[in-house]
Nanobody, 115 residues
Framework: QVQLVESGGGLVQPGGTLRLSCAVSRSIASIDNIGWYRQAPEKQRELVASITSSGSTNYVDSVKGRFTISRWDARNTVYLLMNSLKPEDTAVYYC?????????WGQGTQVIVSA
């Protein structure tokens, strides 16, 4: 069973930066599309960024220009660099295949953007 372990979250002030990491327990080289999702309190989980095996990326409008997704296939790791963070970015962040055929969800990593 594939395991996903997210890390790197924390408390940051508005305008700050965080880099999230997602360690995958299997090779990701053959995963066509993998992404970062987030779920804010009382909201549905949304896909915010994804990256294909060829390196093509896609972002939800609310994070375009601020977030950058990348993947390091040799380390089976996916990253999300988040710049210019806003309070509305506060959520638990998860990684998984995109847009569906999900693996079991990891525990996520909490991001809190607050002064």
């Amino acid at each position: 069973q594939v395991q996903l372990v997210e890390s790197g979250g924390g408390l940051v002030q508005p305008g700050g930066t965080l880099r999230l990491s997602c360690a995958v327990s299997r090779s990701i080289a053959s995963i066509d599309n993998i992404g970062w999702y987030r779920q804010a309190p009382e909201k549905q989980r949304e896909l915010v960024a994804s990256i294909t095996s060829s390196g093509s990326t896609n972002y939800v409008d609310s994070v375009k220009g601020r977030f950058t997704i990348s993947r390091w296939d040799a380390r089976n790791t996916v990253y999300l660099l988040m710049n210019s963070l806003k309070p509305e970015d506060t959520a638990v962040y998860y990684c998984n295949r995109a847009p569906g055929l999900w693996y079991p969800w990891g525990q996520g990593t909490q991001v809190i953007v607050s002064a």
